[in-house]
């Protein structure tokens, strides 16, 4: 999972504004910001004495410094600046390798300090675009456990009465967004993983991609149900999406959801090395384009196919590469999602999302779970 060569020095801010990358390099983070040295094959971490036990026992090793052993006095202990100056300094070094998101207080406290600093191209750690066997195997857990969430929050769905009024009721109360929100969030607890934004979007509210969904679910309408959860241990991200109707569809209803499956399927059977995200996306446009249904400004509202077809995934919920059109080549190792959807007012939205691994001849899922749109 980690990056070992650092062919110069590179100076990042764990805990704050390159988390994400201290985490893949020192499998080590912490609630408060602190610095991260990578030079010469170590990995160097400036952590308060209260951090130091867990960075001592971390693996493969770092070498954990605190503030004291920096020989700063009392006042200037908690100030990064001065840790990354006295660091350095202990180090030898003159120059250093920073981040675009570097703290601009840290640049020019280093600058003042007559180190030069130069900002490194994006990635700074390029190894987190192709996953390493370890990395698979904890996406591979956590999709499980999102796909597992994913049949409780159908399974209630399914249970649940149409009302006369045409709501949908569980136990003589109405089922809303909330209810089953927080079903899935209780199971994701006892799976030692959380997501604080799961979309359960029914109807109209489903037509705005990202609307998380308040409210009373309805019979005969489509549910969208997108939950992509962060595991706890790992930090690795699932991200699975679903959409379900309790009741009859509507003849619009199901051709759009048969037309946004198809267009998924033939998504998946693209997804291999040397196919670029740009390809993958323009069939699921074209799938779209076949089936008559277009995108763009009705009654001033976004409709259609709004979004791009998948992301990477990985540490963050939202990675490289992009399955776009600004989409590049795949390669083994890669880990996206294929999520086309459709969304009109007056009929709803329809989304499907799986997440698989590029392999070395194609793809593989990462976690299944059924695809019934009338459970």
Same mark, same amino acid.
């Given at each position: 999972?980690?990056?070992?060569?650092?062919?110069?020095?590179?100076?990042?801010?764990?805990?704050?504004?390159?988390?994400?990358?201290?985490?893949?390099?020192?499998?080590?983070?912490?609630?408060?910001?602190?610095?991260?040295?990578?030079?010469? #094959?170590?990995?160097? %971490?400036?952590?308060?004495?209260?951090?130091?036990?867990?960075?001592?026992?971390?693996?493969?090793?770092?070498?954990?410094?605190?503030?004291?052993?920096?020989?700063?006095?009392?006042?200037?202990?908690?100030?990064?600046?001065?840790?990354?100056?006295?660091?350095?300094?202990?180090?030898?070094?003159?120059?250093? /390798?920073?981040?675009?998101?570097?703290?601009? #207080?840290? %640049?020019?406290?280093? !600058?003042?300090?007559?180190?030069?600093?130069?900002?490194?191209? *994006?990635?700074?750690?390029?190894?987190?675009?192709?996953?390493?066997?370890?990395?698979?195997?904890?996406?591979?857990?956590?999709? @499980?456990?999102?796909?597992?969430?994913?049949?409780?929050?159908?399974?209630?769905?399914?249970?649940? *009465?149409?009302?006369?009024?045409?709501?949908?009721?569980?136990?003589?109360?109405?089922?809303?967004? !909330?209810?089953? @929100?927080?079903?899935?969030?209780?199971?994701? &607890?006892?799976?030692?993983?959380?997501?604080?934004? &799961?979309?359960?979007?029914?109807?109209?509210?489903?037509?705005?991609?990202?609307? @998380? /969904?308040?409210?009373?679910?309805?019979?005969?309408?489509?549910? %969208?149900?997108?939950?992509?959860?962060?595991?706890?241990?790992?930090?690795?991200? #699932?991200?699975?999406?679903?959409?379900?109707?309790?009741?009859?569809?509507?003849?619009?209803?199901?051709?759009?959801?048969?037309?946004?499956?198809?267009?998924?399927?033939?998504?998946?059977?693209?997804?291999?090395? =040397?196919?670029?995200?740009?390809? &993958?996306?323009?069939?699921?446009? *074209?799938?779209?384009?076949?089936?008559?249904?277009?995108?763009?400004?009705?009654?001033?509202?976004?409709?259609?196919?709004?979004?791009?077809?998948?992301?990477?995934?990985?540490?963050?919920?939202?990675?490289?590469?992009?399955?776009?059109?600004?989409?590049?080549?795949?390669?083994? #190792?890669?880990?996206?999602? &294929?999520?086309?959807?459709?969304?009109? @007012?007056?009929? =709803?939205?329809?989304?499907?999302?799986?997440? %698989?691994?590029?392999?070395?001849?194609?793809?593989?899922?990462?976690?299944?779970?059924?695809?019934?749109?009338?459970?």
């Amino acid at each position: 999972m980690n990056e070992k060569k650092y062919t110069s020095p590179l100076l990042l801010v764990g805990g704050g504004a390159d988390s994400i990358d201290v985490q893949y390099a020192a499998n080590f983070d912490a609630p408060d910001p602190f610095l991260f040295l990578g030079h010469k #094959g170590e990995r160097i %971490v400036v952590v308060s004495s209260l951090e130091l036990g867990r960075a001592q026992r971390v693996s493969p090793p770092l070498v954990p410094v605190s503030p004291e052993d920096l020989g700063l006095p009392k006042g200037k202990r908690r100030d990064l600046g001065q840790q990354a100056v006295a660091l350095l300094r202990q180090r030898g070094l003159s120059a250093v /390798g920073v981040s675009a998101v570097c703290p601009v #207080g840290l %640049v020019r406290r280093l !600058e003042s300090a007559g180190i030069k600093v130069t900002v490194r191209k *994006d990635p700074v750690m390029p190894g987190r675009l192709c996953k390493a066997p370890a990395e698979i195997k904890a996406l591979r857990k956590i999709q @499980r456990t999102t796909a597992k969430a994913m049949r409780a929050a159908v399974d209630l769905i399914r249970s649940s *009465d149409i009302g006369k009024d045409g709501r949908l009721m569980v136990r003589g109360e109405a089922l809303t967004s !909330e209810r089953v @929100r927080a079903e899935v969030e209780l199971l994701l &607890i006892r799976e030692n993983a959380r997501a604080d934004e &799961i979309i359960v979007a029914g109807g109209d509210q489903a037509v705005d991609p990202h609307e @998380r /969904g308040t409210g009373v679910l309805y019979a005969h309408a489509p549910i %969208v149900l997108d939950i992509f959860p962060r595991d706890r241990g790992s930090g690795y991200w #699932g991200d699975m999406t679903r959409t379900v109707l309790r009741g009859k569809p509507s003849p619009a209803q199901r051709k759009l959801y048969r037309t946004v499956l198809d267009a998924q399927k033939q998504a998946l059977a693209l997804v291999a090395p =040397g196919v670029t995200g740009k390809e &993958i996306h323009q069939r699921v446009c *074209d799938v779209f384009d076949a089936a008559g249904y277009e995108t763009g400004l009705i009654d001033g509202v976004p409709q259609g196919f709004i979004h791009s077809t998948g992301h990477g995934l990985g540490l963050e919920i939202h990675e490289n590469p992009s399955v776009s059109p600004a989409g590049g080549p795949l390669e083994p #190792g890669q880990v996206i999602t &294929i999520e086309p959807g459709l969304y009109y @007012r007056g009929i =709803g939205g329809v989304r499907i999302e799986d997440a %698989v691994v590029v392999t070395e001849k194609g793809s593989s899922i990462l976690a299944t779970c059924p695809k019934v749109f009338v459970p």
